[in-house]
């Protein structure tokens, strides 16, 4: 038998069949893909394994053993690690507190000064320099999740699952995870990597088992897959339409106009430099950059969640450098945010509630103050089927929702409104090639209708396909506007990296 064996797993949610009869086996050594689209089943499977959730049905061997997974403490203790797709770090406390987290069997008072030095050499060994005392809230995302492996790895997993690794890196952060894979790899560590990305899977995985409503379609050996297209159509059951059309329409007025924006953060840090661009309608401007270089802070401004610190910027002529995020809104605005969790939904209310969350003071679902839920009901329940939203029922609470799928609700929500200006930070983030496409064709929609489009992305490959024009910003400055057919990768890439070629 092989190191892992999951055996005829099924798991249900209600009426929902997240996984149904589903085998999975996995070589000691391996880099294992789990591919599917969003709500396929993977992350379902893999919190069985990590014992967050127990089957319904189906057995777990390791080793040749049957085993019971009571819970993540049980998991952890037979050598299975995880890395789930939200971090589940603590940000107010210090790396190695967070490290040495929920460890057992510390009978007595835990030594953090013997616990860091330990760390720090694991670190060290995998080539990461991180300060264990250092506050995780300091941490870059793609420091938060090494350090999320390297505990894993402290707690001595040998199986270490990772969920969608990559859906919150840089291109350059991918090339240093995949550094430590092979590396963990080499020593016998064996690595389950979800994804839906086929370009890393193609490059990092040995085999791959693709998942599609719950089970599983066929395991095969990347060396034995032609091309991306093959393992796409393998997941999503049928050929996927790679293509997304831009009309030739002319530029319509001036919607947005930044003039010499800067802002100073709490820590005195100046981090946007006389920012000036302008948009209009019909047009998509892509800000292209690394994460890190400004984006946030600028999009924060814009929408009335930080205040610039000097400069100002008007949205069809009126000045908004003050104006609160309800004013960029009653702008006709709509903001796609980079933080679905924080800025874009509320986890504890339920998708119908999230759906109506911007649109609530409209009369037509808002008389004298109270709902009319049986209207909105149905109007939402129409845009969750429109934007295939997977979800047993628009009741649901969205923090139950796959990540995919928060994320759709917060683009269909923000859609729908029509915009005049649409801000979208990583729209498609965390999403499949299906929603992806579909999510870019309907920016490429509002923009063929009229709308403004920012777009803030670190895909080159979305910015060069969606963009009119091409910001690239560093360390809080533009380094150049380029219409997009001038633009070449390399070009870009040097920008990113602040050279001017
Ligand atoms: N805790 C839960 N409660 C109810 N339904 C859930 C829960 N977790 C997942 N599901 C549902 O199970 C299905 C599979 O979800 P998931 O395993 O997260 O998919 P993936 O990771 O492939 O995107 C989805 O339809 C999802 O809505
Ligand atoms: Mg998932």
């Known amino acids: 038998m092989a190191f892992l064996e999951m055996k005829h797993i099924s798991k249900y949610f209600g009426d929902v069949a997240a996984n149904v009869d589903v085998n999975l086996s996995v070589e000691k050594g391996e880099v294992h893909a789990l591919l599917g689209e969003n709500g ?14 127990s089957q319904s049905e189906g057995d777990i061997y390791l080793n040749d053993e049957l085993v019971r997974i009571k819970d993540p403490r049980d998991s952890i203790a037979k050598g299975i690690g995880m890395v789930h797709q939200h971090f589940m770090l603590i940000p107010a406390l210090s790396v190695i507190e967070n490290v040495v987290l929920g460890l057992q069997g510390q009978k007595f008072v ?11 050499e694991l670190a060290k060994k ?17 420091q938060q999740q090494r350090l999320e492996i390297l505990k894993a790895l402290y707690r001595k997993a040998d199986l270490l699952i990772l969920d969608e690794p990559t859906a919150v890196l840089t291109p350059q952060e991918v090339e240093g995870l995949f550094e430590m894979i092979r590396g963990l790899t080499k020593e016998g560590h064996t690595i389950i990597f979800i994804s839906h990305k086929l370009v ?143 800025y874009g939904m509320v986890r504890e ?21 109270l709902f009319d839920w049986k209207k909105i009901t149905e109007k939402n329940e129409k845009l969750c089927e429109v934007y295939n939203v997977k979800t047993p029922s628009i009741h649901e609470l969205a923090g139950n929702l796959s990540g995919g799928n928060q994320q759709k609700v917060v683009v269909a929500r923000e859609m729908e409104r029509e915009p005049d200006l649409l801000i979208a930070v990583h729209p498609d983030r965390g999403l499949d090639i299906g929603a992806t496409k579909y999510i870019q064709n309907r920016i490429v929609e509002a923009r063929d209708r009229g709308a403004a489009v920012l777009l803030v992305s670190t895909e080159l490959e979305e910015i060069m396909e969606l963009s009119d024009r091409i910001l690239v910003i560093y ?15 390399h070009q870009l890439g040097l920008l990113m990296a602040g050279v001017r070629p």
Not at 480 to 489: E, G, N, S, V
Request: some cysteine.
């Open 40 to 53: 396929a089943g993977k992350s379902t499977l893999m919190n069985i394994l990590y014992g967050m959730y």
């Open 110 to 120: 835990l030594d953090l000064k013997t616990a860091a030095k330990e760390f720090s």
């Open 126 to 142: 995998y080539g990461m320099e991180i300060d264990p005392w250092a506050k995780v809230s300091q941490l870059s995302v793609g």
């Open 200 to 342: 890393e899977i193609m490059e990092i995985c040995d085999r791959c088992t693709v998942l599609r409503q719950g089970r599983v379609v066929g395991t095969k050996k990347i060396s034995e897959i032609h091309d991306r297209k093959e393992l796409a159509a393998l997941m999503v059951g049928h050929q996927v339409d790679m293509t997304v059309q831009k009309k030739d329409i002319p530029r319509g007025e001036k919607i947005l106009d930044v003039k010499d924006l800067s802002f100073t953060n709490k820590k005195k840090v100046r981090i946007l430099k006389n920012i000036s661009f302008d948009l209009y309608g019909g047009e998509i401007l892509g800000i292209c950059g690394v994460d890190g270089n400004g984006q946030s802070e600028l999009i924060h401004c814009l929408t009335g969640l930080e205040t610039a610190t000097s400069g100002h910027f008007t949205i069809k002529g009126k000045d908004m450098t003050q104006a609160r995020p309800r004013d960029v809104l009653a702008m006709g605005v709509s903001h796609i945010p980079e933080d679905r969790l924080k």
């Open 349 to 369: 209310m339920n998708i119908n509630e999230n759906l109506l969350l911007m649109t609530y003071r409209k009369p037509e679902y808002n008389k004298h103050g």
């Open 475 to 489: 360390e809080g400055q533009v380094m150049d506007i380029l219409p997009q057919k001038d633009a070449t990768r």
